[in-house]
């Protein structure tokens, strides 16, 4: 059985970045996510970054689904600690099973965040990434501009 895992993105990890380079080429993304981690790292310190993810009320992360080690899924989460809403933006998948486990992984790390509704969005005409999004329990708020709007909302139990 292969093992999956959900790797938020560390811009201090050296071998991460090399992982995600690796991703990018693959799958002929450019450099956009490896050089955003990049400039990250060069514009704080670590501890510096860890106090901001920590204390800041918006977070923007980079979500990647690792399968023994290579990256085979990305994302990214906007988060608003405020409103507890955030906003899952998903790369187009070429395999369903894969898709559907890493929004699995990352609607689990942004309940975990807090998050109460939880935002995502797909092109039209990507059937595969809607079927995905429906069975994980999101409801199709309808298309605009050729994108679909997607949302999961969590009650809060009260004690």
């Not at 998050?115 to 969005?121: D, G, K, N, Q, S």
């Amino acid at each position: 059985m292969q093992k999956k895992a959900l790797l938020v993105a560390n811009p201090y990890n050296e071998e991460e970045l090399n992982l995600i380079k690796a991703f990018e080429s693959d799958n002929d993304l450019g450099n956009s996510l490896s050089l955003r981690l990049q400039q990250i790292s060069g514009c704080y310190s670590k501890e510096e970054y860890d106090q901001m993810i920590r204390g800041s009320n918006e977070l923007e992360q980079y979500l990647f689904l690792d399968e023994e080690g290579k990256i085979v899924e990305c994302c990214s989460i906007t988060a608003y600690r405020d409103i507890k809403s955030c906003y899952l933006s998903l790369a187009p998948s070429k395999k369903i099973a894969r898709s559907k486990m890493l929004l699995s992984l990352a609607t689990d790390y942004a309940f975990k965040l807090g998050m109460l509704e939880i935002f995502a969005t797909a092109n039209i005409y990507d059937r595969a990434l809607h079927e995905v999004l429906e069975i994980d329990g999101y409801e199709n708020l309808g298309e605009e501009n050729g994108v679909i709007s997607f949302v999961k909302s969590f009650e809060i139990e009260e004690s």
